[in-house]
């Protein structure tokens, strides 16, 4: 086993005390294996994606459970050890690029230099390996002698993936790696992920709110809400047999190119604020299915098929309309 997170949470500290942004996630990756962190805005995804890395700000701090890297435990490693295994063992590629980008140091130096703390290799040998990468992301390797302020928006999002390739990592956890490219870019990227996959055995963790991208890219799925995951398992069991309203709600907010005039769903209400540990299932102020037991107990975890699992008090005594997903069917 690759990845192994058990029981995993993390609260940040406010001026109106902690907010607990990640509770009792549990999740398992291999080698080479692909996972697809979905759900909307704040529930907790890339909270999640940077409590992997020990990553957080100064205010976050993991407050329970074990992220075991090949065995190794994150949560209770060492600094010294810590740094070790940045960008050679497990790297990330952020969301914004803007500010994860250096403005005074040339793009290549700073590649180099990461892959340096990491490689016994020169200056020279990593500027060398630092352009291959770039152009294995779609990036001329004439372009490493420029500065993030040269590039544009798209082109700092493939430096930063070029940057969490460079030191060829087990496991690439993956922040919105293709919301600011253009169509054709973005078939890059996926193309690029699905390579290293296969030529390496990358694991992959992507976070995104493009459920159509990790159709294309992920073996598994986890769909996230109120910083717990709702629902996990193999992408077609989740994606075609889902069995928490909110999986269903996600998916039917999609637009169909199959059909176009199609309603969209839009939840009313809002998330749930976090400031306590939930006693009680998270969706249950906007579940349309909710009984008397979703606010009075939080709801287990019911297996429903292989590797299929669901957070859901109701996971076996409700139907849920099948929708057309807007696109042709996931990879996995």
């Excluded at 914004?96 to 700073?110: C, E, F, H, K, Y």
């Excluded at 296969?198 to 963790?205: P, S, V």
Aim: with cysteine; hydrophobic share 45%.
């Amino acid at each position: 086993m690759l990845l192994d997170v058990e029981n995993l949470s993390v609260a940040f500290a406010t001026d109106t005390g902690l907010l607990h942004a990640v509770n009792g996630v549990s999740l398992q990756l291999e080698a080479g294996q692909s996972l697809g962190l979905v759900g909307e805005s704040g529930c907790g995804k890339s909270t999640l994606g940077f409590a992997l890395m020990r990553l957080l700000a100064e205010n976050g701090s993991i407050t329970g459970g074990a992220v075991r890297l090949s065995g190794e435990d994150i949560v209770r490693m060492s600094e010294e050890r810590l740094r070790a295994i940045r960008w050679d063992k497990i790297a990330m590629v952020f969301q914004n690029a803007m500010s994860a980008l250096s403005p005074v140091a040339r793009i290549g130096d700073q590649i180099a230099n990461a892959m340096r703390l990491h490689k016994p290799v020169s200056r020279e040998r990593a500027l060398e390996l630092a352009g291959d990468t770039f152009e294995r992301v779609g990036v001329s390797r004439t372009r490493l002698q420029q500065y993030p302020h040269e590039f544009s928006g798209g082109m700092k999002q493939r430096a930063m993936l070029a940057l969490g390739l460079v030191c060829g990592p087990q496991l690439l956890i993956a922040d919105e790696p293709t919301t600011a490219l253009d169509v054709v870019a973005q078939r890059q990227v996926l193309d690029l992920f699905r390579d290293l996959r296969r030529e390496r055995g990358l694991a992959l963790i992507m976070i995104s709110h493009d459920i159509s991208a990790v159709s294309e890219i992920c073996d598994k799925v986890a769909v996230m809400y109120g910083g717990e995951i709702m629902e996990f398992g193999p992408l077609r069991e989740v994606f075609f047999n889902y069995r928490h309203p909110y999986t269903w709600a996600l998916i039917n907010s999609f637009p169909s190119l199959h059909q176009p005039l199609r309603e969209l769903v839009a939840l009313p209400g809002s998330p749930p604020a976090l400031a306590e540990p939930p006693t009680a299932c998270p969706f249950v102020s906007r579940c349309p299915h909710a009984i008397g037991i979703c606010s009075a107990q939080r709801p287990p975890v019911v297996e429903v098929g292989a590797g299929h699992s669901v957070r859901c008090h109701r996971a076996d005594d409700i139907a849920l309309a099948p929708v057309d997903r807007g696109f042709d069917g996931p990879a996995g």
